[in-house]
């Protein structure tokens, strides 16, 4: 079930900044408050429209205005054409992202409370920050401890089907990932160049 502020704020932001937004129930229940005569929302100023892409970018990553602030100055270090990839880069290279991408997790607030929890061991070292930053190479495992807890059982069937971005990769026989290369931005819900114009103001 879609809590309250939630749905209001897929209503306002769309479908993609919650998984449980994307749902044919979701869609449904939006196209019946349309039919029912709810108010046309007016349109957007460029101003208006950062604004909810920036928004966008909080809510699905589920992180702090001063975090995207800073991940923003880092990629815009960049010059030309690499700020957008490299601002992709940060978001995505979280380990509670990585995590989520995993398929490890059914959100990335789960995945960030599983972070929080000391259940992943990356490159042998426990980690409990999920801003975590990873890089190529880095292997990430399921701490021996908690392979055994209730939210681990049955990973290996509960993924089977799942297809991690091709950047990364996760071995559920060992319970054992690793990043493979650097993000590559496949998104189409969020406008990453709205975003740094946004904070370019």
Not at 46 to 58: C, N, P, S, T
Request: aromatic fraction near 10%.
């Amino acid at each position: 079930m879609i809590s309250k502020p939630k749905f209001k704020i897929c209503r306002r932001l769309g479908p993609g900044v919650y998984d449980k937004c994307q749902t044919a129930k979701f869609s449904a229940t939006t196209g019946k408050m349309a039919l029912a005569g709810a108010r046309r929302p007016k349109a957007l100023t460029e101003y208006g429209a950062q604004l909810v892409e920036k928004q966008k970018i909080r809510f699905s990553y589920g992180i702090s205005e001063r975090q995207l602030s800073n991940y923003v100055k880092k990629a815009s270090l960049v010059k030309g054409v690499g700020t957008v990839e490299k601002f992709y880069e940060e978001l995505e290279s979280r380990l509670d992202n990585v995590i989520y991408r995993m398929g490890l997790g059914a959100s990335r607030r789960a995945t960030r409370q599983m972070v929080s929890h000391g259940h992943f061991i990356v490159n042998g070292q426990r980690v409990t920050i999920p801003s975590y930053e990873l890089k190529s190479g880095d292997v990430i495992k399921i701490r021996e401890g908690s392979k055994s807890k209730k939210i681990f059982e049955n990973m290996a069937e509960k993924i089977k089907d799942y297809n991690p971005p091709a950047w990364l990769s996760f071995d559920a026989g060992t319970m054992e990932g690793k990043i493979l290369d650097k993000p590559k931005n496949t998104e189409s819900f969020i406008d990453l160049n709205a975003v740094l114009e946004f904070y370019s103001r």
